[in-house]
């Protein structure tokens, strides 16, 4: 069975830094806590145990991991920071620099009076960073275009639309559409990571070639993204999604050929190695 990987698959930029700035600190002798998954990944929050640096979802909890907390690639609100340091933890700070500018940029546009719609996932965590703090009466998060439709827009004259990194653009040109016939002063920015958009757009690519019998997707239960590549794959190709390499199963490449593989931007290169390696052996 031949494999093709995808041009472009598995860890972003963003997401490297994140497991980088980790491994310096376990490099230093420290250790500490991840608040939240560093990345969506199960294979990456184990490695991460074992380095010295477990998952928390409490604060108060990396007091007894030597007093040091870990902020992943998704970023968290200010008043996060402030109370990690209220409570004397050291922090170290993965967020994306691509999710640094959307915080800046929704503070830019409240202070310019806009209101804020964020089209994304209410409990997502970069969401959740994004909005924990603001007044509730400046904001809303849209995921449906049902949302959209029934929101009160005649209150807000003047909004800044805002995406969660991760979203497919395709998917809500509806959304902005209904907006653009409801506010007078719609102001977008366009806040998609292109990491992800290369991701997708390599996927499709190896869904248009015609001698390739399934796509293996690589990645975290959790992770948005890797989702957002099944539902792409799905689209014309037999589908199987693995957290790693032990979820493959020999019946299900029966009689195929040729198989195209991908990976979520949270999935390490080690799980891809795997996958590859034991879909080869398959062959
Ligand atoms: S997917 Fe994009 S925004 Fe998210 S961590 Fe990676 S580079 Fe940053």
Redesign the pocket.
């Known amino acids: 069975m031949d494999v093709v990987l995808a041009e472009k698959y598995g860890f972003?930029?963003?997401?490297r830094v994140a497991d980088k700035l980790v491994r310096i600190a376990v490099g230093k002798g420290q250790s500490g806590a991840i608040l939240g998954q560093v990345v969506h990944n199960e294979s990456v929050e184990k490695e991460m145990a074992g380095l010295g640096f477990p998952t928390v979802h409490r604060l108060e909890e990396a007091r007894e991991h030597a007093g040091r907390i870990v902020f992943s690639?998704h970023g968290v609100a200010p008043s996060v920071r402030a109370e990690a340091e209220a409570l004397g933890l050291a922090a170290i700070d993965t967020t994306?620099?691509?999710?640094t500018d959307i915080h800046r940029e929704i503070a830019r546009s409240l202070d310019d009076d806009c209101f804020i719609a964020v089209l994304g996932q209410k409990g997502h965590r970069e969401v959740i960073g994004y909005t924990k703090d603001l007044d509730p009466s400046r904001y809303e998060v849209f995921y449906d275009l049902d949302e959209v439709v029934a929101f009160p827009w005649e209150a807000h004259p003047r909004v800044k639309v805002v995406f969660q990194?991760?979203l497919n653009a395709d998917r809500f040109a509806d959304h902005v559409a209904e907006m653009r016939r409801r506010v007078a002063d719609l102001r977008i920015a366009d806040t998609i990571?292109y990491?992800?958009k290369e991701n997708q757009d390599a996927l499709r690519a190896l869904c248009a070639d015609p001698s390739i019998d399934a796509i293996v997707v690589i990645g975290g239960r959790h992770s948005k993204?890797t989702k957002e590549l099944v539902r792409i794959a799905e689209e014309s190709k037999r589908t199987i999604f693995v957290g790693t390499a032990a979820d493959l199963r020999e019946e299900d490449f029966s009689g195929m050929r040729k198989v195209g593989v991908t990976a979520g931007?949270s999935t390490p290169d080690y799980d891809v190695e795997a996958v590859v390696s034991r879909l080869r052996a398959m062959g």
């Open positions: 972003c930029a963003g997401v690639a994306c620099k691509f999710v990194t991760t990571c990491a992800t993204n931007a």
